[in-house]
């Protein structure tokens, strides 16, 4: 299973950005909850959004209000439109899915796995 995100870059304090991630496989796949966590330098990777296969959705505090993270089950992508940013939400942004895996033989894998990570910087 590889995470596939994109959408990072440059804003100005109180700008927008959307950053979307894609879970592949080449079988069959299932994926659970999926979310967005971010790191910055010098500091511990912290959860940003989290979105269940129910759609129900948990955030951190510091973006509550600002961010929505939704998902398109169908496309297997999750998607976090981030408004109102501010410098303190510049990181290093990563995507996050539970998944399971069905394959022909009948094997059937569990695991979560992350994305590649993809750069916001927020300039003031």
């Known amino acids: 299973v590889q995470l596939q995100a994109c959408g990072g870059g440059l804003v100005q304090s109180g700008g927008s950005v959307r950053l979307s991630c894609a879970a592949a496989?080449?079988?069959?796949?299932?994926?659970?909850?999926m979310g967005w966590y971010r790191q910055a330098p010098g500091k511990q990777r912290e959860l940003v959004a989290t979105i269940n296969s129910d759609g129900s959705t948990k955030y951190a505090d510091s973006v509550k209000g600002r961010f929505t993270i939704s998902r398109d089950k169908a496309k297997n992508t999750v998607y976090l439109q981030m408004n109102v940013m501010k410098p303190g939400d510049t990181a290093v942004y990563y995507c996050?899915?539970?998944?399971?895996?069905?394959?022909?033989?009948?094997?059937?894998?569990?695991?979560?796995?992350w994305g590649q990570g993809t750069q916001v910087t927020v300039s003031s």
């Open positions: 996050n899915a539970h998944y399971v895996e069905f394959f022909p033989s009948g094997q059937v894998v569990a695991g979560r796995e």
């Open positions: 496989s080449g079988s069959t796949l299932r994926i659970d909850d």
